[in-house]
């Protein structure tokens, strides 16, 4: 049937009139007509859509229904990662805060006669929801994602359609081509109330909070159950954008809110850190009469340009902050004390408690964190205790009510075998070293020392082992690996590579199709990177960025095993207490044979190499005297005696010379004193000549040639990634950037001298198209690696 101009064109007034009445509903708060005439308005535009099908649009008012369910959500990649906040609990955190983000812009920080210079700060609530980014191209709304974990969430686009007080179309004009918006999607207090009711007439269940039903309702894979929620969306900020934008965040959030989408009504500007103080107890006054539940106010630097040179933290901006209000608490009675195992063998206490709701959530389990812990509260079982939960911060016991204690109250007792494989628990030991002495007290952590013959350390070292950010196996789940350990077919990382079809295919979850993946899956991470391999292996306080030093300063697996304690310090960020967990591992006779049978069974590893030319001849006689802690010796004393006898042999020599010694200059009574009696240890003379061979074996040594990184190809540079790479993964072209010397930065800059854009390239590679800098594709970037070697 042919369409009347007169329907397309009332369907299109329809429309219009009701995205303005959207707006100035969800977004001004300014209703101008009744919830009625609205009603009438979306039927009859409703009527219109049915009578001519071909005319609906996916932006239309009416197509907020959601269609048909889906199987799961997909992966999406956000191009600008969703980081976390830090958090401030006290006014001194957010004092601090304060300091330092002005002594990160190098401002004038007040004395007795002034305050110095202030920042201002955005201010607005912090929603208790769910955080959403919003993609829009062209002012349409193209798709929607979970934060996830910060740079991978799940594609929600057919749910937040749904969402009353989200524009599928931006309002206005001047919105950029892309626009990514950030929001926190919640629900108020009366919708929790009036969703609870309808749960219940419909006998079904219901939810204990409000942001429990906000994160339920939006991750429904039915998005006709989302569409009956009462969800709404809160703007706070932006992500990938192409186009122009103003240069202060408040500035952003307004110019959202004039293009349809909704901000904070409480959002305002403090100037300098105490009006940010007097917002904070503002809002906190009024926090039970506000229409939505908040847990704190969040705090930006206001000024775009202070955000991009204070930068970023690995997880958290400098600029940002979330003023956390005081956790909510509650009474309960502690039941009994547990011992978890972990994966180093600590033997953690866990409070059972009669269960209590805490914010609206049942809880009946706290962390006690160790049995100093234990000791501080003077807790006991049986005891009265005040349970406090903030956010989705674990439940912690943080007071014991000792007028409530029973007679029959029992006393916490650490178990003396391990509850797991019942092999001996001792207290860990801490040991300080300082000049000329180690002394040693008791740390707060029992281990069992079953190691992997303790099925819990086993279980959650190789779950550790397989993650994503270690040898990424895919398939290995937590049950997966502990149906791998309980029945026998895993004893060590490395029996996964011994595994066969035929063990795994029988067991629960696992079918012909699923079994073939993981072996292929297992089979295709033959092959990490070094950086990857030590940080898979559990080292002790080694994280994915120590294991990464490791690799790209030593090159090689085994510098990493033989370095001794006083060589890995002269690399960044290894301090002493870290370098001894590393040597004190590789030192470990069951740790060696694990790493020899994952080489025997196909573990290549890449990237490996020679020393880093930064650390080539790197160190100095005086450095590693310094390093040898003889007490009386410090920094200077240590360079005087190298500049007097010029080689170690010579300082072993010089030791035992009294005459020699006692009319030598630059180093007092004390030191010398203290020389002669370290070198008259056969053990030391040893150790000290030791560290030095080592230092020659790696290039290192002072009398090392010296591998200046000014001569690599790159030195000098700063290079940017941005967008998807689909050859290799952004942390491999970063390593291999490293390795030629560029610095690999966050953000463009006028400094930056090249950009490497990937698919869905944003933001970045805009900035780099107006500074004029050189930018590369990956396939110009692959030949450009080829080219460097």
């Known amino acids: 049937m042919s369409v009347t101009p007169t329907a397309a064109e009332r369907i299109a007034q329809l429309r219009s009139e009701l995205d303005a009445h959207n707006y100035r509903y969800y977004v001004l708060d300014e209703p101008s007509v009744p919830d009625v005439e609205y009603d009438r308005l979306f039927n009859e535009l409703k009527a219109l859509e049915t009578e001519h099908p071909q005319l609906v649009t996916p932006e239309s008012p009416t197509q907020r229904v959601g269609g048909s369910a889906l199987s799961a959500f997909g992966e999406i990649r956000h191009e600008v990662p969703m980081l976390s906040l830090g958090n401030a609990f006290e006014e001194a955190d957010l004092l601090d805060f304060d300091r330092r983000v002005r002594e990160g812009l190098d ?14 700060y955005s201010c607005e609530p912090k929603l ?27 594609d929600i686009s057919v749910n937040v359609r749904t969402i009353r007080n989200i524009p599928l179309k931006l309002q206005g004009s001047g919105w950029p081509r892309v626009l990514e918006v950030r929001g926190e999607v919640f629900i108020s207090r009366a919708g929790f109330e009036a969703l609870n009711a309808r749960q219940l007439e419909s006998g079904g269940k219901t939810f204990a909070n409000p942001r429990n039903a906000a994160a339920g309702s939006l991750r429904q894979l039915d998005p006709k159950i989302t569409a009956s929620r009462p969800l709404q969306l809160c703007s706070y900020g932006i992500g990938q954008v192409q186009g122009e934008l103003p240069d202060s965040h408040i500035g952003i959030l307004q110019a959202l809110k004039g293009w349809g989408l909704p901000i904070s009504p409480e959002l305002q500007l403090a100037k300098g850190v105490q009006e940010c103080l007097a917002y904070y107890r503002a809002i906190g006054d009024k926090r039970d009469a506000l229409p939505y539940e908040i847990d704190g106010v969040v705090f930006k630097v206001n000024n775009l340009a202070y955000q991009r040179e204070l930068g970023f933290r690995a997880r958290e901006p400098r600029w940002a902050i979330a003023h956390k209000f005081p956790a909510l608490e509650e009474l309960t009675e502690l039941l009994d004390v547990e011992f978890q195992v972990g994966r180093t063998g600590a033997v953690t206490p866990v409070a059972r408690l009669k269960p209590v709701k805490v914010a609206g959530v049942t809880v009946s389990n706290a962390t ?14 049986g005891d009265t205790v005040i349970i406090r939960r903030a956010g989705d911060v674990i439940p912690q016991v943080v007071q014991v009510v000792a007028e409530r204690r029973p007679a029959d109250a029992r006393a916490v007792q650490i178990p003396e075998s391990c509850p797991v494989c019942g092999s001996h628990v001792e207290r860990t030991q801490l040991v ?59 004893g060590s990382p490395a029996d996964l590579y011994t595994l066969r079809f035929e063990q795994i295919v029988g067991l629960e979850g696992f079918a012909e199709l699923s079994s073939n993946n993981l072996l292929a899956a297992i089979a295709a991470s033959r092959k990490p990177s070094l950086a990857r391999f030590i940080y898979a292996l559990g080292i002790p306080d080694v994280g994915e960025e120590t294991a990464k030093v490791l690799a790209r300063a030593l090159a090689s697996l085994r510098r990493i095993e033989q370095a001794l304690p006083e060589v890995l310090t002269y690399l960044p960020d290894v301090g002493l207490e870290v370098a001894y967990e590393i040597h004190s591992f590789f030192r470990d006779e069951h740790n060696r044979k694990v790493i020899a049978q994952l080489l025997e069974r196909g573990i290549e590893l890449q990237e490996e190499g020679e020393v880093h030319p930064e650390f080539a001849g790197c160190a100095t006689l005086a450095g590693l005297l310094d390093k040898l802690n003889i007490a009386g010796i410090a920094v200077t004393g240590a360079k005087n005696l190298a500049d007097k006898a010029g080689s170690l042999e010579r300082v072993i020599e010089l030791s035992q010379d009294w005459l020699e010694l006692s ?34 074996e790696f290039g290192m040594h002072w009398q090392s040639e010296k591998k200046a990184v000014e001569g690599l190809p790159l030195a000098g540079q700063t290079w940017v990634l941005t967008g998807s790479l689909e050859v290799m993964s952004r942390d491999i072209a970063k390593d291999k950037l490293e390795s030629l010397g560029a610095k690999v930065a966050g953000s463009v800059s006028a400094k930056t001298s090249c950009v490497v854009a990937g698919p869905g390239a944003g933001s970045k ?12 594709d990956e396939a110009q970037f692959l030949a450009e690696l080829e080219r460097l070697g």
């Not at 240890?681 to 560290?691: D, F, K, L, Q």
């Open 432 to 490: 300080k070293r300082s000049k000329g002495k180690e002394s040693f007290s008791a740390g707060s952590i029992y281990r069992c020392v079953g190691r992997l013959a303790c099925a819990a350390q086993l279980k959650q070292a190789i779950i550790h082992f397989v993650s994503r950010r270690a040898m990424d196996i895919e398939g290995l789940g937590e049950k997966s690996v502990e149906q791998l350990v309980d029945e026998g077919l895993v």
């Open 107 to 120: 401002l004038p920080s007040g004395d007795l006669f002034g305050g110095g210079a202030e920042v201002e």
């Open 663 to 696: 009319v030598m200059k630059g180093l007092n009574e004390k030191g010398k004193q203290a020389l002669r009696e370290f070198f008259a240890e056969p053990a030391n003379v040893e150790h000290a000549r030791a560290i030095e061979a080592q230092l020659r």
């Open 128 to 154: 208790d929801g769910l955080a959403v980014s919003l993609l829009y191209r062209d002012g349409l709304l193209v798709r929607g994602a979970t934060r996830g974990d910060g740079s991978t969430g799940e």
């Open 765 to 776: 590679l805009a900035k780099a198209s107006e500074l004029g800098v050189r930018v590369l």
């Open 368 to 381: 006690l964190h160790n049995m100093d812990e234990v000791a501080r509260l003077g807790l006991m079982i």
